[in-house]
Nanobody, 126 residues
Framework: QLQLVESGGGLVQPGGSLRLSCAAS????????IGWFRQAPGKEREGVSC????????NYADSVKGRFTSSRDNAKNTAYLQMNSLKPEDTAVYYC???????????????????WGKGTLVTVSS
């Protein structure tokens, strides 16, 4: 079965950190750029970050730049989103997604992805 599974969400206090994982099964993540998205209650889904196939190129939404870091370990077939200095407005369900792209392609935070995970809830509250 081809799927992405997110983990690592939870409740954290403002200023705290979490690391989300996105594990692929049934396919090799090497051929895919990864995007991270989130959807807060009552809001539309938005792109948060993306990372290219090699991991060299990344991109971030202005709202998380300097606080979030995307990485990947292709040997483990897993991508990560390190989230630091979390704010209450970061509260959302976070999704990872994968899109098949050429090796040197940059990443983009687009909804046009091949695979989506089911999401993991991040709650930032005191």
């Amino acid at each position: 079965q081809l799927q992405l599974v997110e983990s690592g969400g939870g409740l954290v206090q403002p200023g705290g950190s979490l690391r989300l994982s996105c594990a692929a099964s049934g396919f090799t993540l090497d051929y895919y750029a990864i995007g991270w998205f989130r959807q807060a209650p009552g809001k539309e889904r938005e792109g948060v970050s993306c990372i290219s196939r090699s991991g060299v190129k990344t991109n971030y939404a202005d709202s998380v730049k300097g606080r979030f870091t995307s990485s990947r370990d292709n040997a483990k077939n897993t991508a990560y989103l390190q989230m630091n200095s979390l704010k209450p407005e970061d509260t959302a369900v976070y999704y990872c997604a994968a899109v098949l792209v050429p090796l040197l392609a940059p990443c983009v935070m687009s909804d046009d992805m091949n695979y989506w995970g089911k999401g993991t809830l991040v709650t930032v509250s005191s």
